[in-house]
């Protein structure tokens, strides 16, 4: 730059006064003239002259500077330097930053790009920039935890992912740990602070939580009549100390994961080992029964002449009678009997809750005249399958002859013992079998002088 200038003052003589430099300028003073040695020669107005010479100079080396910049560390922070360096041009100087500042560095400063001009002594001025990075994004810490279970031996865990930052990543937590994961916790609260390779830091905390749990259950029913067992029974805790409860009672000697019991109530079992002491959920055992439970007294009948007896029971929901013939329902609390001889009929009573209980009942069967049935029903059911004659176990060496409705002969029987089931035994088409359905003849010879009884049957199956 040609920023030079020399003036010339003369003194003395006659004015006006001429002048005459070396570059010719004709004025007293130059200008805007670079480094160098100047002459001018001065004519006054008697042409008397005087001659002088002036050096200008300018500073041994051009002004620059230079501009180191040092980016911020962590992402979004205002750790950013900018070190300036001048060389050359004439101390002292000033510097303008194109934020604001004053300093020779510009500190404390966050991501962009920063220009500075710098004015030394003489005026002469620089003008330099430089921009500041950051880390492409944050350091972030996420955290993931493992609950821990000391009951049943399962420890704890917490792991964590990092993103952003700058690698390598060094750890700290706060039981020691220096590894990115940490193992084998028990429950508390765990700390990590995260270190990039900028210095930047996160602090992360997870809490562990203990998740024993001493649960109860049965191995079976909890529900059943009485003669039932419960059999309650917990996990298998390594040096467990156990002790079961009954409403809330403490059982004597029960000290094991597992109870037996036949006892309704409500039952809980506690064990106590390093872990702690733990109470489990409680269970109820119900136990139910029959309630008093009654059944008609014996009786004596004679079917024959009409006469039933009706049976009956109480203390249950559902009845069943065995066995089941000579009854008018055998599923039914007061059935009607009338048995062809002395029969005892056991009731099965049953509670809603599926409990049972039996009793007898014996009904006998005493009749003094003979009676001839007009029918029967040999149908497999165990209720009228033969052809039963009352009383005639009093008349020895009877005869009984039954024919068709075309005067076929199509059974006979000396001492007829009551068992014909309506099957021929008399040669011919139905030799072997069953009768059809319909009404037949009969003669009775009693064997005792008097006339044969005579009548029809109906055999309906």
Not at 129 to 154: D, F, M, R, W
Not at 175 to 190: D, H, K, P, S, W
């Amino acid at each position: 730059m040609q920023t030079g200038s020399v003036t010339l003052t003369a003194t003395g003589g006659i004015a006006p006064y001429t002048y005459v430099w070396s570059n010719g300028a004709t004025t007293s003073s130059i200008q805007n003239v670079p480094a160098g040695t100047y002459t001018a020669t001065v004519t006054d107005n008697y042409g008397c002259t005087r001659v002088v010479t002036s050096t200008v100079n300018q500073p041994a080396q051009a002004m620059n500077a230079t501009l180191t910049p040092n980016n911020v560390a962590c992402y979004n922070d205002s750790s950013g330097v900018i070190t300036l360096v001048v060389n050359g041009g004439t101390a002292p100087y000033t510097f303008l930053w194109n934020n604001g500042a004053t300093t020779q560095n510009a500190t404390g400063i966050a991501i962009g790009t920063y220009t500075v001009t710098v004015t030394d002594a003489n005026g002469c001025t620089w003008d330099s920039s430089a921009s500041i990075t950051q880390p492409a994004s944050a350091l972030t810490v996420k955290g993931y935890e493992t609950n821990s279970n000391c009951l049943n031996q399962v420890p704890g865990a917490v792991d964590i992912n990092i993103t952003g930052g700058t690698p390598p990543f060094t750890y700290l937590w706060s039981n020691g740990a220096t590894t990115q994961n940490v193992a084998g916790l028990g429950a508390g609260t765990y700390t990590v602070t995260v270190t990039d390779a900028n210095g930047c830091q996160f602090f992360l905390s997870k809490t562990v939580i203990d998740e024993s749990n001493l649960t109860m259950s049965a191995a079976g029913p909890t529900e059943f009549c009485m003669g039932g067992i419960a059999n309650l029974q917990t996990q298998n805790v390594a040096n467990g100390v156990y002790q079961w409860y009954h409403n809330n009672n403490v059982l004597t000697g029960a000290n094991q994961n597992v109870y037996a019991t036949p006892v309704a109530g409500t039952y809980y079992v506690s064990v106590t080992n390093q872990c702690g002491t733990f109470n489990s959920n409680p269970v109820e055992v119900k136990v139910y029964q029959v309630g008093t439970i009654s059944v008609s007294a014996n009786q004596m009948i004679c079917p024959a002449l009409g006469e039933f007896a009706t049976l009956s029971a109480y203390g249950g929901s559902s009845y069943k009678w065995t066995p089941g013939f000579g009854l008018s329902d055998s599923t039914i609390a007061n059935p009607v009997a009338t048995p062809a001889a002395t029969t005892t009929y056991q009731v099965t009573v049953t509670s809603t809750e599926g409990c049972s209980a039996s009793a007898e009942v014996t009904i006998n069967v005493v009749c003094d005249t003979l009676f001839v049935p007009t029918g029967f029903s040999p149908d497999g059911n165990a209720m009228n399958d033969t052809y039963v004659i009352d009383g005639l176990s009093k008349y020895p060496g009877n005869k009984i002859y039954v024919y068709n409705r075309w005067g076929n002969l199509v059974y006979k029987k000396k001492d007829y013992d009551n068992t014909w089931d309506g099957t021929s035994n008399v040669s011919g088409i139905y030799l072997g079998k069953q009768l059809p359905n319909g009404t037949y003849f009969f003669i009775l010879d009693l064997n005792n002088g008097s006339k044969p009884m005579q009548g029809y049957i109906t055999l309906k199956k």
